[in-house]
T-cell receptor, first 112, second 112 residues
Framework: NAGVTQTPKFQVLKTGQSMTLQCAQDMNHEYMSWYRQDPGMGLRLIHYSVGAGITDQGEVPNGYNVSRSTTEDFPLRLLSAAPSQTSVYFC???????????FGPGTRLTVL | DAKTTQPPSMDCAEGRAANLPCNHSTISGNEYVYWYRQIHSQGPQYIIHGLKNNETNEMASLIITEDRKSSTLILPHATLRDTAVYYCIVRGTQGGSEKLVFGKGTKLTVNP
């Protein structure tokens, strides 16, 4: 049971490049979400999903796309990276009826 | 916006109890109080949650005032590994489908 895994751990992009941050969980959780954390700040919700085929926007969705084709995977796509997207990105998952959310180790992204 | 207020930082001596306060004066009747912590930029880790009654688990105790407008997380015997940012969050009763709103938390430093 690996829990929530994220790849890559680190990534450097140039402005305008696109990339996908991967998130997977092996706990059969319905709920998955993406957060970003900027220095000295708490986490802010980007997008979330309550099940395969269902996604919704969080607090800061602009510049990011998501899809949920399987229960296990919830990739986050940056279509045209901007320096303002330099941040640490965390993926989380939980059972719909549970109180505890499980977080991945994070992806540290730098956009030059 | 976060619905909670926490002190930005606290210190505690190793082996002593750490008492972390949280104000949530606008909490609704169906909202739980959750505590998470984040150790050195790792993914946040669930600690405990409660609705009205005091709660205890292997990590900590949660004391909620009778009017539910404030709570205290207690780490009974703090160790150096408890140095982290602690987040107090209020959230509805829908389990994992309700998004977590993180504030800036309390930076707890446990000193030798």
């Amino acid at each position: 049971n690996a829990g929530v895994t994220q790849t890559p751990k680190f990534q450097v992009l140039k402005t305008g490049q696109s990339m996908t941050l991967q998130c997977a969980q092996d706990m059969n959780h319905e709920y998955m979400s993406w957060y970003r954390q900027d220095p000295g700040m708490g986490l802010r919700l980007i997008h979330y999903s309550v099940g395969a085929g269902i996604t919704d926007q969080g607090e800061v969705p602009n510049g990011y796309n998501v899809s949920r084709s399987t229960t296990e995977d919830f990739p986050l796509r940056l279509l045209s990276a901007a320096p303002s997207q330099t941040s640490v990105y965390f993926c989380a998952s939980s059972s719909i009826l549970a109180h505890e959310q499980f977080f991945g180790p994070g992806t540290r992204l730098t956009v030059l | 916006d976060a619905k909670t207020t926490q002190p930005p930082s606290m210190d505690c001596a190793e082996g002593r109890a750490a008492n972390l306060p949280c104000n949530h004066s606008t909490i609704s009747g169906n909202e739980y109080v959750y505590w998470y912590r984040q150790i050195h930029s790792q993914g946040p880790q669930y600690i405990i949650h409660g609705l009205k009654n005091n709660e205890t688990n292997e990590m900590a105790s949660l004391i909620i005032t009778e009017d539910r407008k404030s709570s205290t997380l207690i780490l009974p015997h703090a160790t150096l590994r408890d140095t982290a940012v602690y987040y107090c969050i209020v959230r509805g009763t829908q389990g994992g489908s309700e998004k977590l709103v993180f504030g800036k938390g309390t930076k707890l430093t446990v000193n030798p």
